[in-house]
């Protein structure tokens, strides 16, 4: 497994990741969707729906600055190929989307966090940080789920 950052480094609105996994996409997209695998590898999830408009949230220990709250909405769902929600902290309104493309060897999951802006640049570190580790943490999810 390999994870790529492939943020553009002249810009500061959006990062890309992209993640080779040894899986087919209908394991991925259950890692990525599963509330109950969705809670091991990202946060804690709450009233997880793949129903376009619905609302959830990701809820993990307060920090400085952070209640631990992300308030989410799903825009769109195209199972097993994309996964689309808002992600809402404090004034933070970005988009997450997961897309998903078969290869030989398994699944590319492609990450987008998109809409930070200029005076976020500490979020878009956090959040650089933060999908690097959860990706990590993704991995060892699939590699323990059949």
Known sequence: MTIVDRTDNAQNDTLSFE??????PEKVWRA???PA????WLLPV????????AAFQFRTQPQPGWDGTVNCCLLDADAPRTLRYRWVVGDMDTIVTFAL????T???LSLTHAGFKPTQKQNFGGARYGWKMMGGRLVDVLARTT
Not at 19 to 24: G, V
Not at 46 to 53: H, K, R, V, Y
Not at 101 to 104: F, S
Request: aromatic share 10%.
């Open 46 to 53: 709450f009233d997880f729906s793949l129903t376009p408009g």
């Open 37 to 40: 695998l969705l809670s091991e």
């Open 32 to 34: 990525i969707t599963d």
């Open 106 to 108: 398994g699944t590319v």
């Open 19 to 24: 993640f080779a996994l040894p899986h087919a």
């Open 101 to 104: 493309a078969a290869t030989d």
